[in-house]
């Protein structure tokens, strides 16, 4: 039984102002929920699930799982539809500093959509990007709405908020390129071993203060007449070609 204050308390994370407060951040549905008890259960503080759902897994060690009817579920859910599981994990450890030498780094200037977070997260855990530098502009990545988007991969990539106008000047002796409507065509540029690529905001593009501290202005080449690309979509052609 999930009594009142318990689920108002798991329902206050779903806003930005309680997670940071609490440390802590939600996350819906058995593939993610399944995938974040795989990969870092010693994040997870509680799973409340019903019935169903926890006699077909196999926790083992001593994970608060707590049973619970669809009812109940309905009460503490972030989704239209609820999804038979919704686990309270620990925010991951971030405050270590950033190191970029030796491998490819996404760098996101104030992508505010958090489908687009999301889905940009879930496509560099597809290309082995362990790491996105954030301006402090982008959506919170423990937005529900982004958790949900990344389906699993926030386990496995690591997410920075920094502000880039300072932080990008002390990147010594690494490349780095933006991603512009005018540059050098992706596809002739050999894949990458190293190197910080900036994809900017979904209708603005790069601020030009940032865009001025690229070394070098890429492209996809265009066929069609379509103005932009979604900053995912833009992410996941640019990583293709470069990694």
């Known amino acids: 039984m999930l009594g009142k204050p318990k689920a108002k308390y798991i329902q206050s994370l779903g806003q930005k102002k309680h997670r940071d407060e609490e440390g802590l951040f939600i996350a819906e549905g058995p593939k993610i929920v399944a995938e974040l008890v795989q990969y870092c259960p010693q994040y997870v503080r509680q799973v409340y699930a019903v019935k169903e759902w926890i006699k077909d897994q196999s926790i083992t060690g001593d994970m608060d799982v707590v049973a619970i009817s669809p009812e109940e579920l309905e009460k503490i859910s972030q989704l239209k539809t609820p999804n038979q599981v919704l686990a309270v994990l620990q925010k991951f450890d971030t405050t270590g500093p950033i190191t970029v030498k030796g491998k490819i780094s996404l760098v996101l200037d104030t992508i505010q959509d958090p489908g687009n977070l999301g889905t940009i997260i879930r496509i560099a855990d597809w290309f082995g990007i362990e790491q996105i530098i954030c301006s402090p502009g982008c959506a919170d990545v423990y937005n529900p709405k982004v958790v949900q988007s990344t389906m699993g991969s926030i386990a496995r990539v690591k997410v920075f908020y920094t502000d880039l106008v300072e932080w990008l ?67 996941g052609i640019i990583l293709s070609h470069l990694v």
């Open 169 to 235: 000047p002390e990147q010594k002796d690494i490349r780095i390129y933006a991603a512009a409507l005018k540059g050098k065509d992706i596809t002739n540029i050999n894949p990458l071993k190293e190197g910080l690529i900036i994809i900017g905001n979904e209708s603005k593009g790069i601020e030009e203060e940032i865009l001025a501290l690229a070394n070098e202005r890429i492209t996809i080449p265009k066929k069609g007449k379509a103005e932009s690309l979604n900053a995912g979509v833009a992410a």
